[in-house]
């Protein structure tokens, strides 16, 4: 590597941010999805007393309770990453961005942490109700968690409620209120929950039509598969709806993404949306040899109207270079292009797998389907992907910037750590990862593929029976 | 008392809740491979801690992010300046975690055994790393003029940093074992009372030698006068003495008091001879991160008191209301837990 140190360190620790951060994003969705579905499930047995719902509460508890771990243990790694990698990002937002963050830990992570632990070992000393209140509790919990850190985020995306002395002086806070009520996070923290509702119901979905497929308590997993059906129909719509609405907000506060998103080189009204595109990517070469457009859909997505002005990457660059200085301000437009496609593209597929599920129910033939049941089990996949591809899109395309017109990524990095260092975190986190990844998908496969547990002592209603094991 | 000196003082409350609480969590896992000779022994130990060591690990997470909203430029160089060193932190604080919920997970007989040796070693080298971490913080690391670190991951290392982690994780380990006699019963409890008697006057001599060392280091390094950290100092000498007739004369109750009081004065000594820095430089002495120089501004600190005044009181009430729900003593499991039931 010939790179400049400095440089190397930036890149490095940019990989270990995007991948120990996707990694972390398998289980977080998973956890923020699945959490209310099985508190649903504990609902129902609690209003019903039909051990069916005791059985599919414990079952997908378990499932729940592996990943969970997993999640929290590795989001450890991401509070610690800001002040390891990126101390000059933290001393440079610690002002604004903190609060948020600590607000997570006091807030959120104390109450799911407790709560989890009284809902997985108090089933024998708690009564029903207030067990089901654990329950519900935990789930509270995860969400306010991730709203926290969406406002955190949302923050680096469209900062506000901040004033500066100078114009590269660290931000200070001057309104908290104006950074919860950032219109960013509240878009962010829809669509991120819609997405982990999308996650969550696919999950089940697709583990109940294994069962039923299978004819493994078919009928017990019939209900589980309809709990999905209902949460996942409107969540892949209303995803859908949000997540374009979500774009007029990005257009309004970074055109850039907006135009690296479709590759768009200069200023256009009406502008046509590309659905696919070979070539197009760089300033030599703006135009695509071959691609396929819908003609007005662009500004449509970017303004709400067909005949709406949208920025192109010369324009914008050009304004941003008159505020910030010389220099290039693209992302890398290939992988914003895409990323938000393959976003975009399995989400619809996503809404597809769920209104057929809602269609064969309705004509009474879901359970004896079994290709939907197979292609259901596929779809677990498809609302993961769908989330990695999203926060590729954010993240990526606000380069070069970390916090949006304040300071720069490369900027943001450690001066005291060595390309040596970030290496050696790098390997043992890759490979951490690697091997906690397959097996976790081996246990979760396992768990699973397993019988409903039997009801012996009616009244209790946790995942795991209290008793753990080495 | 200004904003920064409230924080300074919330910070140390959450490193203290961290490693009072956790630190019995480290030390019953560092004991599964001592005490734990079966697996219903193991079981039932693990069980002790099974519903409260998730909520326990969260003051961790509380204390960085305090630092990191209350004195940003606090966290960002002593977490750039100690990479090295929580890498590997990371690695034990991840592989523990996991270990508490995949440990049974599987009947493979390899599977069992390496996750209670992950949980015991996260148990042994979380509190000794971060030990290390907190006391390199008082006898000095190397801090250039833009308050960045500028030396190597071994300028953590110092005689007094060792003997610190070293303390902590003796007391952890007494603390763990006292915890464990008064949850457990049969073999595991008479096993965990004997342990706690022996190794309790080695862990009060460690507990000892590092609250006099501290007072001696911020001395020499800090500056800092023997007032007031000699009170806390003092208190803890006496905790730890304590610890040790307790477990003498079979007070369970009293000993564990005794050694949460231990571990609690001997961080507070440690936060009491650091003020008002909050990271000595070693290099130059001027270049010290202060609590005034490292802080937020005003009006982030006010609104997080405001957070902090309304929360904290509600996670301390649910908090104790869960210890209140675990109180009944432990019996060992009458037949093998079923998996997943």
């Not at chain 1, 269609?359 to 197979?374: A, K, N, V």
Request: aromatic share 14%; net charge neutral.
């Amino acid at each position: 590597m010939h790179l400049p140190l400095a440089a190397s360190v930036v890149e490095l620790s940019r990989w270990q941010f995007a991948l120990t951060t996707l990694f972390h994003f398998i289980f977080v969705p998973l956890t923020l999805g699945l959490a209310p579905l099985v508190a649903i499930l504990q609902t129902a047995w609690y209003r019903t007393r039909d051990d069916r719902w005791l059985q599919l509460t414990r079952f997908f508890g378990t499932l729940f309770v592996i990943n969970f771990a997993i999640g929290a243990a590795t989001g450890l790694v991401q509070e610690f990453q800001f002040g390891m990698n990126w101390s000059e990002f933290s001393k440079f937002v610690g002002n604004v961005f903190g609060a948020p963050l600590a607000m997570e830990g006091l807030a959120a992570f104390f109450l799911e942490s407790t709560f989890i632990g009284l809902w997985l070992f108090g089933r024998d000393r708690l009564s029903p109700r207030v067990h089901l209140m654990t329950v519900w509790l935990v789930v509270a919990g995860t969400w306010l968690s991730s709203s926290f850190i969406l406002v955190a985020n949302s923050w680096m995306q469209h900062p506000v409620g901040y004033s500066q002395s100078g114009p590269s002086a660290r931000p200070v806070m001057t309104s908290f209120t104006e950074v919860l009520g950032n219109d960013w996070a509240w878009w962010a923290i829809g669509h991120t929950l819609l997405a982990a509702l999308m996650v969550g119901s696919f999950f089940m979905l697709g583990v109940a039509a294994w069962h039923i497929v299978k004819d493994r308590q078919a009928q017990i997993f019939r209900l589980a598969a309809k709990v999905a059906l209902i949460v996942a129909v409107p969540a892949t719509f209303l995803n859908l709806a949000v997540g374009s609405e979500f774009g007029v907000t990005i257009d309004n506060h970074q055109p850039m993404k907006i135009a690296a998103a479709e590759a768009l080189w200069n200023t256009q009204k009406s502008a046509s949306f590309s659905l696919f595109q070979i070539g197009g990517f760089t300033a030599d070469d703006p135009d695509p040899s071959f691609s396929i457009e819908i003609p007005g859909l662009l500004s449509f997505l970017a303004t709400n109207s067909f005949k709406g002005t949208v920025q192109g990457l010369n324009q914008v660059n050009a304004s941003e270079q008159q505020a910030y200085g010389p220099g290039s301000y693209l992302p890398d437009v290939r992988l914003t292009y895409w990323s938000i496609r393959v976003m975009a593209y399995l989400g619809t597929i996503s809404m597809l797998i769920a209104l057929a599920g809602w269609w064969l129910w309705r004509r009474g033939t879901y359970m004896t389907s079994r290709r939907f049941q197979w292609i259901a089990v596929g779809g677990i996949a498809l609302p993961f992907l769908s989330g990695f591809a999203g926060w590729i899109f954010t993240e990526a395309g606000r380069q070069p910037w970390v916090v949006q017109g304040l300071l720069k990524t490369a900027d943001a990095v450690s001066p005291s750590i060595t390309a040596g260092q970030v290496i050696m975190s790098l390997t043992v986190f890759l490979s951490l990862y690697a091997a906690l990844g397959v097996l976790d998908f081996i246990l979760m496969r396992r768990y699973a593929r397993l019988d409903l547990p039997e009801i012996e002592d009616a009244g209790s209603t946790s995942a795991t029976p209290p008793a753990v094991a080495f | 008392m200004s904003l920064p000196d409230l924080w300074f003082g919330l910070v140390a409350f959450f490193w203290i809740g961290y490693f009072v609480l956790e630190g019995f969590d480290f030390g019953v896992g560092m004991l599964l491979p001592l005490i734990g000779r079966s697996e219903d022994d193991r079981s039932q130990m693990l069980e002790t801690i099974g519903p409260v060591w998730d909520a326990n690990e969260v003051w961790l997470i509380v204390a960085g992010g305090a630092t990191f909203a209350a004195f940003p430029v606090w966290y960002a160089t002593l977490f750039s300046g100690a990479y090295v060193w929580l890498v590997l932190a990371l690695l034990a604080l991840i592989l523990r975690a996991i270990s508490f919920e995949w440990g049974g997970k599987s009947d493979h007989r390899h599977w069992g055994r390496f996750w209670m040796w992950a949980n015991a070693a996260g148990g042994l080298l979380i509190p000794l790393l971060f030990g290390v971490a907190l006391s390199a913080l008082l006898k000095g690391v190397p801090i250039n003029d833009q308050q960045d670190f500028s030396g190597s991951p071994m300028d953590f290392l110092s005689w007094y940093s060792l003997l610190a982690g070293v303390a902590v994780v003796g007391i952890c380990l007494v603390h763990g074992a006292v915890f464990l006699s008064i949850r457990t019963s049969g073999e595991v409890r008479e096993r965990a009372t004997v342990l706690a008697r022996r190794v309790a006057p080695v862990s009060a001599l460690l507990a000892i030698a590092f609250v006099v060392a501290t007072l001696a280091v911020a001395h020499d390094t800090n500056q800092a006068s023997l007032f007031p950290a000699v009170v806390p100092a003092a208190l803890a000498v006496i905790a730890a003495v304590d610890v040790v007739v307790f477990t003498r004369i079979g007070r369970q109750g009293w000993a564990f008091v005794a050694t949460a009081a231990t571990m609690g004065l001997a961080i507070l000594t440690l936060f009491f001879s650091l003020y008002p820095r909050v990271m000595v430089s070693s290099s130059t002495f001027a270049n010290s991160l202060t609590v005034d120089n490292a802080s937020s501004a005003h009006y982030t600190l006010h609104v997080m008191t405001v957070a902090a005044a309304v929360l904290t009181p509600v996670v301390l009430g649910y908090q104790i209301w869960t210890y209140w729900v675990f109180r009944k003593r432990l019996t060992a499991p009458p037949v093998p837990a079923t998996p997943a039931g």
